[in-house]
């Protein structure tokens, strides 16, 4: 019997859990420790899924990139889960098409690896209640932002994890990584 496909999400968030627009407040904390982590997420993966948003970001950025990151990133296949996007140009890029959960219901049952959820606040809410996320890596950073979008904002349905892997960088970013309960 062939393994089962995974979904792992990482996300960069602050103390009081905003993940919005990361690429303003993380900066000053990213050291070779998190590159190491990153590159860790990014190597484990065979397939990178993304939202519409973090797509458009990605693809506006890393095709005019070089080096061992973004020739992976350039280089894995993508997955887009939007409902307003019908084509993308990124090389290995797709559009999931119908529903994204039973869409990646039916991937984590084919052959394959790892499948990379960066970003997407909205699809990973999604996925973590629908039980199809099977790791969630959060880098907490050290920051307390007041305002932004948060990965679990009131109201949310209860999803419980436990805690299977935690590291402490010297800039004071906690890596903590969760499974379903």
Known sequence: ??????????L????????EAPETWHFPYLNDEMGAAIDQMY???DTLLLGRTTYEA?????PHRSGELADAINGIR???????LTAVDWNNSAVIEGDVVTALKELKQQPGGTINLTGSIGLTRTLLEAGLVDELRLLVHP???????????????????KLTGSATFSTGVLDLTYQPA
């Open 1 to 10: 019997m062939t393994a089962q496909r995974r979904i792992v999400t990482g």
């Open 12 to 19: 960069f968030i602050s103390l009081d859990g905003v993940v």
């Open 43 to 45: 190597s484990a993966a």
């Open 58 to 62: 990605f693809a506006a950025v890393w």
């Open 78 to 84: 993508k997955l887009v889960a939007s409902t307003t």
């Open 143 to 161: 920051v307390v932002l007041g305002t932004g979008l948060r990965l679990f904002p009131e109201g949310s349905p209860r999803v419980p994890l």
